[in-house]
């Protein structure tokens, strides 16, 4: 498992993920939105956990605020022991190069690389990145290392996603809605490969659906309404995600 | 107002960085239009007027003496108007307490003011009163320039007699617009002026009752002044005649036209670069516009708008920016003009001379930035106009991405994934990369073109000033003398080395084309005066035959080996065949040089020295020129280091301001171009820039992926721009060139060096201020939305 240097073990226990009282609050001229209202939350390391809800309930706020793209307007969040709220820009830049994989549902790949030099566009600046060819292997793309996103389908695209998220060995996968631009059985693939990551990595996975479904996958689901969090279900047996469908 | 002009006006507020950045092209282009034509203008304009009102002669001629009688035997050839007679003198002055040589053009002026031609336009005073001799009127320049008034006196030597002028008249005239004293190559108000003192004064103190040694004629509408020259040519010879000749190889007058004609160039030159940068970002500007706005222009067909509507709202976005650059261009244009025109004022010497703002040259200003802006559009608003509605509000195909050559060499280099990012996007869009190169190029090619004047003037200056003379003083006689006069200048103590030098005028004929032209000669052993060419070498005088300078022998259409035809003006009138030796690249007038033996064959007389070139003690300059001063054979004295100066003053008046022009204009269309590319390629960028710093690139590195495509471009422009910019200099000091000037084409690395430096600054500058435009970047919510 990656950590950096930066990021210090959590000497109290294993989590890697710890909020409390979490608030942001966006200002749109005169009128403010509440995104999210206090939200405390452990994440142990190695877990899957699924936020489910409505749009707007906050999850997408708390994904990017996790991921060090967002910051929160009070309380407090630490990653394996130390606080990102108090970062700068530069310092969760470094968080997020160290320990961070993002996978969107609109892949974000750089249409004027190709699917090897995407994943490389992570290995040349990670700390101890595996080799690209290993990371798309892991996403069953090996042979399609050479094609450009333009000549890959959606699912292959995502995978090459998912294979530049897992190439830096991060400690946490934070994923929006990987598979809303994809159908079933692809979906079912790109799920495979972020289970494996977790099993073979022990890669934290946090993922954001609409899709209900895909809450069998968990260790645990998250369900926002309204900035909070409203219910949570442990799953005591995650099916692997070959068993699921939409 | 309707929706879409709504739209417009919101499109061009939203882009209103670029929308600027393309006006400030097309203003430069305007701007330059507006000052060249419009100095152009002012300057014919005011000539025009002021020869017609002043009544400018036609064809001018001088003799040695002729009676008065001669005036009606020039009038009655056919062809001739009117004919008029005067006599001009030179006069050295005495201010007291100076030792600088002063000269003054004595020209007669009849006391009741009934001269009919070269009229004398008093600016103050009056006209010398008949039984006066003193009385004379000075010219303005002089007497601002010596802080002389009416009334002020000045002690004159006139003829070999002292005489006591007193300053009763300002004034100026339209033959002496631009006034050099013999020899100069440019005006020193100071120590060179023109009076104008009544006729019976200066026939008493010349000896030449009755008598002229000036003719100016005016021709009838349609007469030949070719024929008209000859006959008076003829008239003229027996009385010493040194040949007619027409408004063209009148002094004044060429320089004025030399003027023009350099101005005109700039026109023709310099606004074409600027339009044809504007055409191109427009182009792209439009082009990534109409494609972004690819869906809207679908929606907005769908309900029902028309492609002509649709074509007209992306042209008048042209449209729009070329009435910007129009406003900003003339503005500038006219504030500059007018700067311009203060400083011809300096040395041409008109009665009025004030930039005249002129509507039809705004308007042909205006005429070229809508033309250029149009030509622009002309691409992006055919895709608008062509695009189905349908397929418009489909999102485009995506952009196809190859590796090419540079990057499979690049392989090898190692490039990274972001030194493959910025190749293949500079590949993608080949026609913006290439139109980024060559604007950029264009800015550092112009801006050579125009430093590098700097560079010639100063070749030209040394060639003139360091290495063809190398005397200190040229002392000119008041008549040619033989060696008793150089022995006198020779005793004043601390003249280290004296040389006669003379010249004759004489008229070189080949075939049908003739030319006027002084052929000057030097001993064998001279040392100070030595013929210098275009490489710098020295070049010895021919034994026997004509050695003539460059411009001579274009206009003669001679090579070295042809024989011409010598008839020597003036004096004997001697005519002889001789062979064209050598020609010698020289930078100003058209000359020839011939050995003491040759013009002594020519020429056929007694005193062969006409001037005489001193080297002096530097410390004994101020008793050498009072010692100068008194002797009466002296008519007047030149010193180089003070031409030198009056010459450097001029560049540094002249050619600073107009680099310093130039440096802002050539520095608009780097910072145009690149502001453009720039803000098209972070707009295109902004989803991948996005991306990278989520995948945790610092805004540094992200900013390097834009900075790294500019600077490439930019690097990739240097050499083109050095190239671009020896052509176009070389066009240019060709242009630029005259009967009286050769301008040499010597550019200095330095002046490739701070072309390129400039550029560079201007360049990056731009693209710097953009890239930090990633500090804004919004990850959130780029991510959220589809590519």
Same mark, same amino acid.
């Given at each position: 498992?990656?950590?950096?240097?930066?990021?210090?073990?959590?000497?109290?226990?294993?989590?890697? &993920?710890?909020?409390?009282?979490?608030?942001?609050?966006?200002?749109?001229?005169?009128? $403010?939105?509440?995104?999210?209202?206090?939200?405390?939350?452990?994440?142990?390391?190695?877990?899957?956990?699924?936020?489910?809800?409505?749009?707007?309930?906050?999850?997408?706020?708390?994904?990017?605020?996790?991921?060090?793209?967002?910051?929160?307007?009070?309380?407090?969040?630490?990653?394996?022991?130390?606080?990102?709220?108090?970062?700068?820009?530069?310092?969760?830049?470094?968080?997020?190069?160290?320990?961070?994989?993002?996978?969107?549902?609109?892949?974000?790949?750089? +249409?004027?690389?190709?699917? $090897?030099?995407?994943?490389?566009?992570?290995?040349?600046?990670?700390?101890?990145?595996?080799?690209?060819? $290993?990371?798309?292997?892991?996403?069953?793309?090996?042979?399609?290392?050479?094609?450009?996103?333009?000549? %890959?389908?959606?699912?292959?695209?995502? =995978?090459?996603?998912?294979?530049?998220?897992? !190439?830096?060995?991060?400690?946490?996968?934070?994923?929006?809605?990987?598979?809303? !631009?994809?159908?079933?059985?692809?979906?079912?693939?790109?799920?495979?490969?972020?289970?494996?990551?977790?099993?073979?990595?022990?890669?934290?996975?946090?993922?954001?659906?609409?899709?209900?479904?895909?809450?069998?996958?968990?260790?645990?689901?998250?369900?926002?309404?309204?900035?909070?969090?409203?219910?949570?279900?442990?799953?005591?047996?995650?099916?692997?995600?070959?068993?699921?469908?939409? | 107002?309707?929706?879409?002009? @709504?739209?417009?006006?919101?499109?061009?507020?939203?882009? *209103?960085?670029?929308?600027?950045?393309?006006?400030?092209?097309?203003?430069?282009?305007?701007?330059? &239009?507006?000052?060249?034509?419009?100095?152009?203008?002012?300057?014919? $304009?005011?000539?025009?007027?002021?020869?017609?009102?002043?009544?400018?002669?036609?064809?001018?001629?001088?003799?040695?003496?002729?009676?008065?009688?001669?005036?009606?035997?020039?009038?009655?050839?056919?062809?001739?108007?009117?004919?008029?007679?005067?006599?001009?003198?030179?006069?050295?002055?005495?201010?007291?307490? *100076?030792?600088?040589?002063?000269?003054?053009?004595?020209?007669?002026?009849?006391?009741?003011?009934?001269?009919?031609?070269? @009229?004398?336009?008093?600016?103050?005073?009056?006209?010398?009163?008949?039984?006066?001799?003193?009385?004379?009127?000075?010219?303005?320049?002089?007497?601002?320039?010596?802080?002389?008034?009416?009334?002020?006196?000045?002690?004159?030597?006139?003829?070999?007699?002292?005489?006591?002028?007193?300053?009763?008249?300002?004034?100026?005239?339209?033959?002496?617009?631009?006034?050099?004293?013999?020899?100069?190559?440019?005006?020193?108000?100071?120590?060179?002026?023109?009076?104008?003192?009544?006729?019976?004064?200066?026939?008493?103190?010349?000896? @030449?009752?009755?008598?002229?040694?000036?003719?100016?004629?005016?021709?009838?509408?349609?007469?030949?002044?070719?024929?008209?020259?000859?006959?008076?040519?003829?008239?003229?010879?027996?009385?010493?005649?040194t040949g007619?000749?027409?408004?063209?190889?009148?002094?004044?007058?060429?320089?004025?036209?030399?003027?023009?004609?350099?101005?005109?160039?700039?026109?023709?030159?310099?606004?074409?670069?600027?339009?044809?940068?504007?055409?191109?970002?427009?182009?792209?500007?439009?082009? *990534?516009?109409?494609?972004?706005?690819?869906?809207?222009?679908?929606?907005?067909?769908?309900?029902?708008?028309?492609?002509?509507?649709?074509?007209?709202?992306?042209?008048?976005?042209?449209?729009?920016?070329?009435?910007?650059?129009?406003?900003?261009?003339? !503005?500038?244009?006219?504030?500059?003009?007018?700067?311009?025109?203060?400083?011809?004022?300096?040395?041409?010497?008109?009665?009025?001379?004030?930039?005249?703002?002129?509507?039809?040259?705004?308007?042909?200003?205006?005429?070229?930035?809508?033309?250029?802006?149009?030509?622009?559009?002309?691409?992006?608003?055919?895709?608008?106009?062509? %695009?189905? +509605?349908?397929?418009?509000?489909?999102?485009?195909?995506?952009?196809?991405?190859?590796?090419?050559?540079?990057?499979?060499?690049?392989?090898?280099?190692?490039?990274?994934?972001?030194?493959?990012?910025?190749?293949?996007?500079?590949?993608?869009? +080949?026609?913006?990369?290439?139109?980024?190169?060559?604007?950029?190029?264009?800015?550092?090619?112009?801006?050579?073109?125009?430093?590098?004047?700097?560079?010639?003037?100063?070749?030209?200056?040394?060639?003139?000033?360091?290495? !063809?003379?190398?005397?200190?003083?040229?002392?000119?006689?008041?008549?040619?003398?033989?060696?008793?006069?150089?022995?006198?200048?020779?005793?004043?103590?601390?003249?280290?080395?004296?040389?006669?030098?003379?010249g004759v005028a004489a008229k070189i004929i080949?075939?049908?084309?003739?030319e006027r032209a002084a052929i000057?000669?030097?001993?064998?052993?001279?040392?100070?005066?030595?013929?210098?060419?275009?490489?710098?070498?020295?070049?010895?005088?021919?034994?026997?035959?004509l050695?003539?300078?460059?411009?001579?022998?274009?206009?003669?259409?001679? @090579?070295?080996?042809?024989?011409v035809e010598v008839e020597m003006l003036g004096g004997?009138r001697t005519r002889l065949?001789l062979?064209?030796?050598?020609?010698?690249?020289?930078?100003?007038?058209?000359?020839a040089?011939a050995?003491?033996?040759?013009v002594?064959?020519i020429a056929?007389?007694?005193?062969?020295?006409?001037?005489?070139?001193?080297?002096?003690?530097?410390?004994?300059?101020?008793?050498?020129?009072?010692?100068?001063?008194?002797?009466?054979?002296?008519?007047?004295?030149?010193?180089?280091?003070?031409?030198?100066?009056?010459?450097?003053?001029?560049?540094?008046?002249?050619?600073?301001?107009?680099?310093?022009?130039?440096?802002?204009?050539?520095?608009?269309?780097?910072?145009?171009?690149?502001?453009?590319?720039?803000?098209?390629?972070?707009?295109? *960028?902004?989803?991948?820039?996005?991306?990278?710093?989520?995948?945790?690139?610092?805004?540094?590195?992200?900013?390097?992926? %834009?900075?790294?495509?500019?600077?490439?471009?930019?690097?990739?422009?240097?050499?083109?721009?050095?190239?671009?910019?020896?052509?176009?200099?070389?066009?240019?000091?060709?242009?630029?060139?005259?009967?009286?000037?050769?301008?040499?084409?010597?550019?200095?690395?330095?002046?490739?060096?701070?072309?390129?430096?400039?550029?560079?600054?201007?360049?990056?500058?731009?693209?710097?201020?953009?890239? =930090?435009?990633?500090?804004?970047?919004?990850?959130?919510?780029?991510?959220?939305?589809?590519?």
């Open positions: 498992m990656s950590t950096s240097g930066t990021v210090e073990m959590d000497a109290a226990g294993n989590a890697a &993920f710890t909020a409390s009282a979490l608030c942001k609050v966006y200002r749109t001229g005169e009128t $403010e939105v509440h995104a999210l209202r206090g939200v405390d939350l452990e994440i142990p390391a190695g877990e899957v956990l699924v936020l489910l809800g409505p749009s707007g309930s906050g999850k997408s706020t708390l994904l990017n605020i996790l991921g060090g793209l967002d910051r929160a307007s009070s309380g407090s969040l630490r990653y394996r022991g130390t606080e990102l709220t108090d970062m700068g820009d530069a310092e969760l830049t470094r968080f997020r190069r160290a320990n961070v994989g993002f996978i969107f549902q609109f892949y974000n790949l750089i +249409p004027s690389l190709t699917a $090897e030099e995407n994943v490389r566009l992570v290995t040349d600046i990670a700390e101890h990145p595996m080799a690209a060819e $290993e990371a798309l292997a892991l996403v069953g793309l090996a042979d399609r290392r050479h094609h450009y996103p333009a000549q %890959l389908s959606g699912g292959e695209q995502q =995978r090459v996603a998912v294979a530049r998220a897992i !190439a830096k060995q991060p400690g946490v996968l934070l994923c929006d809605e990987p598979t809303g !631009a994809l159908d079933s059985k692809t979906g079912v693939r790109v799920l495979e490969t972020l289970a494996q990551a977790n099993r073979d990595l022990g890669t934290t996975v946090v993922i954001i659906t609409h899709n209900a479904g895909i809450a069998a996958m968990a260790h645990r689901v998250l369900h926002f309404l309204d900035g909070r969090i409203a219910r949570m279900e442990v799953n005591a047996h995650p099916v692997s995600p070959a068993g699921l469908s939409w | 107002m309707k929706a879409l002009d @709504r739209k417009l006006l919101r499109d061009l507020w939203r882009l *209103r960085g670029q929308v600027f950045a393309i006006a400030l092209v097309l203003a430069a282009a305007a701007a330059t &239009f507006v000052m060249s034509m419009g100095v152009h203008r002012s300057l014919t $304009e005011t000539r025009d007027a002021y020869y017609a009102r002043n009544h400018f002669a036609d064809v001018f001629a001088g003799m040695t003496r002729a009676p008065r009688s001669v005036v009606a035997r020039v009038a009655a050839i056919p062809g001739v108007q009117q004919a008029e007679g005067t006599i001009q003198q030179y006069a050295t002055l005495d201010f007291p307490g *100076r030792v600088v040589p002063v000269r003054a053009l004595l020209n007669a002026v009849d006391e009741e003011g009934r001269d009919r031609l070269n @009229r004398l336009t008093l600016r103050a005073g009056r006209l010398p009163q008949r039984g006066h001799p003193g009385e004379v009127v000075a010219d303005e320049a002089f007497v601002k320039a010596n802080a002389l008034a009416i009334g002020s006196t000045v002690d004159a030597l006139i003829h070999g007699r002292k005489q006591r002028l007193r300053i009763v008249g300002v004034g100026l005239a339209p033959n002496f617009i631009y006034a050099l004293a013999p020899g100069d190559i440019i005006p020193d108000d100071s120590r060179f002026g023109v009076f104008w003192i009544g006729r019976k004064a200066l026939e008493a103190a010349t000896d @030449r009752t009755e008598a002229i040694n000036a003719l100016s004629i005016t021709l009838t509408r349609g007469a030949s002044e070719a024929d008209v020259i000859r006959a008076v040519d003829t008239v003229l010879a027996p009385y010493g005649g007619a000749y027409g408004r063209k190889d009148h002094l004044s007058n060429a320089f004025l036209d030399n003027e023009l004609m350099q101005l005109n160039a700039m026109t023709r030159v310099i606004p074409p670069v600027f339009l044809l940068v504007a055409v191109f970002l427009v182009y792209i500007v439009l082009g *990534r516009m109409i494609r972004t706005e690819r869906a809207q222009i679908g929606l907005i067909k769908a309900f029902g708008y028309s492609d002509w509507a649709i074509g007209w709202h992306y042209l008048k976005f042209a449209l729009a920016v070329a009435l910007l650059a129009t406003l900003m261009g003339a !503005a500038a244009g006219i504030w500059m003009g007018s700067a311009m025109t203060r400083l011809y004022a300096q040395y041409y010497r008109f009665p009025f001379l004030d930039y005249r703002i002129s509507p039809p040259v705004i308007l042909g200003a205006a005429a070229l930035s809508f033309a250029a802006a149009g030509l622009g559009a002309l691409g992006g608003v055919r895709a608008a106009v062509a %695009l189905a +509605p349908a397929e418009a509000m489909a999102p485009p195909p995506p952009p196809v991405y190859r590796a090419g050559t540079v990057e499979r060499l690049g392989r090898a280099a190692g490039f990274s994934a972001i030194g493959h990012m910025i190749v293949r996007h500079i590949a993608r869009w +080949p026609g913006r990369s290439a139109i980024t190169v060559l604007g950029v190029a264009l800015s550092g090619g112009l801006l050579f073109a125009t430093t590098q004047f700097l560079d010639s003037s100063r070749t030209m200056l040394d060639s003139f000033f360091f290495r !063809a003379q190398r005397q200190d003083l040229t002392v000119t006689f008041i008549e040619p003398r033989n060696d008793d006069a150089l022995f006198a200048l020779a005793q004043i103590p601390g003249v280290l080395r004296v040389e006669p030098t003379r080949r075939g049908n084309r003739s000057e000669s030097a001993r064998a052993d001279a040392q100070l005066s030595v013929r210098i060419d275009r490489s710098g070498t020295a070049i010895a005088l021919p034994p026997g035959g050695m003539l300078s460059r411009q001579l022998a274009d206009k003669l259409a001679v @090579r070295a080996g042809d024989r004997r065949t062979p064209v030796v050598s020609i010698v690249d020289e930078f100003i007038g058209e000359r040089y050995s003491e033996k040759t002594d064959a056929r007389d007694a005193s062969p020295v006409g001037a005489a070139l001193l080297r002096i003690d530097p410390a004994a300059r101020a008793r050498i020129l009072m010692q100068l001063k008194d002797m009466p054979m002296v008519l007047g004295v030149t010193e180089k280091t003070a031409a030198l100066e009056k010459f450097e003053q001029m560049i540094d008046d002249n050619m600073l301001t107009m680099i310093v022009f130039y440096i802002g204009f050539a520095s608009a269309i780097a910072v145009g171009v690149v502001y453009n590319s720039a803000r098209i390629l972070y707009s295109e *960028r902004a989803h991948e820039l996005a991306t990278l710093r989520v995948l945790g690139y610092f805004r540094s590195e992200v900013g390097l992926v %834009l900075l790294g495509e500019l600077a490439l471009l930019v690097v990739a422009s240097v050499p083109l721009g050095c190239l671009i910019g020896y052509g176009m200099a070389q066009l240019m000091t060709a242009m630029f060139s005259s009967d009286l000037f050769r301008l040499p084409f010597a550019p200095s690395r330095a002046s490739y060096g701070w072309s390129v430096v400039i550029v560079l600054l201007a360049a990056m500058g731009t693209a710097a201020t953009v890239a =930090r435009r990633v500090q804004q970047l919004d990850m959130v919510r780029v991510l959220k939305a589809r590519d």
